[in-house]
């Protein structure tokens, strides 16, 4: 696929895939946990696999728990 992430992220639901770092975007119905590391730091484990990936800080607010 030739096709430039951020053009790929405009045609996905914002709803279902989330874009956690500049070049990671992940299905928010696979994420199993999301830990944070330090204070400016968190990672995301993924149902059905072994990697964490990081949320880069630009994307973190998709992490925080709404009043």
Same mark, same amino acid.
């Given at each position: 696929?030739? %096709?430039?992430?951020?053009? /790929?992220?405009?045609? /996905?639901?914002? =709803?279902? &895939?989330?874009?956690?770092? $500049?070049? %990671?975007?992940?299905?928010?119905?696979?994420?199993? *946990?999301? =830990? #944070?590391?330090?204070?400016? $730091?968190?990672?995301? *484990? /993924?149902?059905?696999? %072994?990697? #964490?990936? %990081?949320?880069? $800080? *630009? &994307?973190?607010?998709? &992490? $925080?728990?709404?009043?």
């Amino acid at each position: 696929m030739r %096709t430039a992430l951020k053009d /790929l992220i405009e045609m /996905l639901d914002p =709803e279902i &895939f989330w874009q956690i770092h $500049r070049g %990671t975007v992940v299905n928010a119905h696979a994420i199993e *946990s999301a =830990e #944070r590391i330090d204070i400016e $730091r968190l990672e995301v *484990s /993924l149902k059905n696999c %072994t990697e #964490r990936l %990081t949320v880069s $800080r *630009s &994307f973190g607010y998709l &992490f $925080r728990e709404s009043n």
